[in-house]
């Protein structure tokens, strides 16, 4: 479950620590995925990642907690996160430390892989910096 993610570059941040580093001030655009093992996990978030990394458009790190695996990581994040209810699976656009997209459990559910990749996307287009050259 984990590999599903860091063969697509997600690295993992294990540790409050490892999250912090991603986060910092000065960090540039972040895409924080909370990974999980329920179903909508495996068949619509985590490939949809994958897919949304694919784009030229993309930010500059992504990475993964994953829920029920890096409890205290994933607790951080969600302290982080203070403003939106917890989710898992979720993911979570950042720039420079500061979330300015979010998608929640809900927004996955119902959804497949790629329509959860052309929100991602979309979000990456809004708020990562563009390619050079482009």
């Given at each position: ?77 969600r302290a982080i996160l203070h403003d939106y209810p917890p989710s ?33 996307t979309a979000a990456f287009e809004k708020f990562c910096a563009a390619?050079?050259?482009?």
């Amino acid at each position: 479950m984990r590999e599903d993610l860091t063969r697509f570059g997600v690295e993992e941040a294990r540790t409050p620590a490892d999250v912090d580093r991603f986060l910092a001030p000065g960090s540039g655009s972040v895409l924080m995925v909370v990974n999980s093992v329920c179903g909508c996990a495996a068949g619509k978030a985590r490939p949809a990642v994958g897919m949304a990394l694919k784009n030229t458009v993309r930010p500059d790190k992504a990475a993964t907690v994953f829920a029920g695996g890096d409890d205290e990581a994933t607790a951080h994040l969600r302290a982080i996160l203070h403003d939106y209810p917890p989710s898992s699976p979720s993911m979570a656009l950042f720039q420079d430390g500061k979330p300015v997209f979010m998608l929640h459990r809900r927004d996955i559910e119902g959804s497949d892989p790629i329509s959860i990749a052309s929100k991602l996307t979309a979000a990456f287009e809004k708020f990562c910096a563009a390619p050079a050259g482009r």
